[in-house]
């Protein structure tokens, strides 16, 4: 897989949501690095208000979350947005196959696997941001 640099990511809007407040915090992080605007949410009901504040061009949702399903949360974060095709990075520690297969019907979307290095979430970022 090729590196993605940060220019290439700069400037682009990223909404983060994942219910463990470490990880969340580091990949925010890993966006802010490459100079992304970075906003974050524990859950689905949080993403959702966050998803009517601003116009987000990526959306990197852990599919695990408290109060749903990482994969219908895209799908109501896309209506919200009324951007039917809004890019997202699903991140998950169990990616089996069925998981690969829901997000294959999704459309817009990739999974990367946790543990994950920072470079590998950048890069899965910029080429879902068409980079």
């Known amino acids: 897989m090729i590196a993605a640099s940060p220019s290439l990511l700069a ?3 990223v909404l983060v949501v994942d219910d463990d407040p470490a990880l969340r915090a580091l990949v925010c992080a ?3 690095c490459a100079g992304c ?3 974050s949410a524990p859950d689905c009901a ?3 208000v966050r998803a009517g504040a601003a116009a ?3 959306a990197v949702l852990d599919i695990d979350l408290p109060d749903g399903n990482g994969i219908e949360l895209a799908r109501r974060l896309r209506a919200l947005a009324a951007r039917p095709d809004l890019p997202v ?3 998950t520690g ?3 196959a069925a998981r690969r297969l829901s997000i294959a019907g999704v459309g817009s979307a990739v999974l990367v696997p946790k ?3 920072s470079a590998e979430l950048l890069t899965a970022a910029a080429l879902m941001l068409g980079d």
Request: net charge negative; aromatic share 20%.
């Open 11 to 13: 400037g682009a809007s």
């Open 30 to 32: 890993f966006f802010e």
């Open 37 to 39: 605007i970075v906003g």
């Open 46 to 48: 949080a993403a959702e």
């Open 56 to 58: 987000w061009e990526l």
């Open 89 to 91: 990075v699903f991140v």
């Open 94 to 96: 169990r990616p089996d």
């Open 115 to 117: 543990p994950f290095a």
